[in-house]
């Protein structure tokens, strides 16, 4: 018996495993779990998938989705959202998606403060600091002088560029989104708050969400294979470890850092 054969039966617990996910023929796609500013990273890993893409046969359309939460703890957020504003490789498309730190990022440039001292402790100083505004501007308190200053050291092209990013994203019998949905809603009927926020409630649930959903959001100490779900987040920001599952048909496999 295969490993994937072994995998799935342990997973759901049958004899007879259900059909498993598959994305669009002649399609190949590479899904990473959250960048937290880690730009060397994202720079081994992103070198690890094109070997990996070219050792299976390049000639299949390539997509690596970035799930969300680019930003903040790292030290270069600046620089992973200038990769991915920038992506200019031909072969392989790059496709980003919005967390819920790119969403509070957005918020405090629109001028919300309330939670913009609480968002500079889980990371949003590193964030800003990428971008040039001084420790002393960002210890001082003053929340109106802080957002002045962010909006001034983001770049415009960055500011648009995280406005527009998308929260679902649907391939073949996968759905990506940052952090999961929740459970008995339709996937169309799903709401940002949900897409970019929910735990427990998601991670908890068995049911069948209508797609195999690929998310992030949550670090576990290695990736999390469950007949639902896949989590990606293993903390690179911490842990030196970003991970990534390829798919091609109804094959997948792991790539990660460390």
């Not at 929740?182 to 926020?197: F, N, R, T, Y």
Request: charged share 20%; net charge negative.
């Amino acid at each position: 018996m295969s490993a994937v054969k072994t995998m799935l039966k342990t997973l759901f617990g049958a004899e007879n495993t259900p059909e498993k996910p598959k994305v669009p023929d002649a399609s190949r796609i590479y899904a990473i779990g959250d960048v937290h500013g880690r730009l060397d990273l994202l720079h081994d890993l992103l070198r690890r998938i094109t070997v990996d893409h070219e050792q299976r046969g390049g000639s299949e359309s390539c997509e690596i989705i970035l799930l969300g939460d680019l930003i903040d703890r790292g030290p270069d957020s600046a620089g992973v959202v200038e990769l991915a504003c920038n992506w200019n490789l031909p072969a392989i498309t790059l496709t980003t998606m919005k967390g819920n730190h790119e969403a509070t990022l957005l918020s405090v440039l629109d001028g919300e403060t309330t939670w913009l001292l609480s968002w500079l402790s889980f990371g949003g100083q590193q964030c800003l600091e990428s971008y040039g505004v001084s420790s002393s501007v960002l210890m001082s308190g003053e929340l109106g002088e802080i957002v002045a200053a962010a909006r001034r050291a983001v770049p415009p092209a960055h500011q648009a560029f995280l406005a527009g990013l998308p929260l679902m994203l649907h391939r073949g019998d996968y759905c990506f989104v940052h952090a999961g949905v929740k459970p008995g809603v339709a996937l169309e009927a799903q709401v940002e708050s949900d897409l970019i926020w929910i735990r427990d409630e998601f991670l908890d649930s068995s049911v069948d969400h209508g797609a195999m959903i690929v998310h992030g959001h949550t670090i576990r100490p290695e990736v999390q294979w469950r007949p639902n779900r896949i989590g990606l987040d293993t903390g690179a920001y911490r842990t030196g470890i970003l991970s990534a599952v390829g798919l091609q048909g109804s094959d997948y496999w792991l790539l990660s850092t460390g």
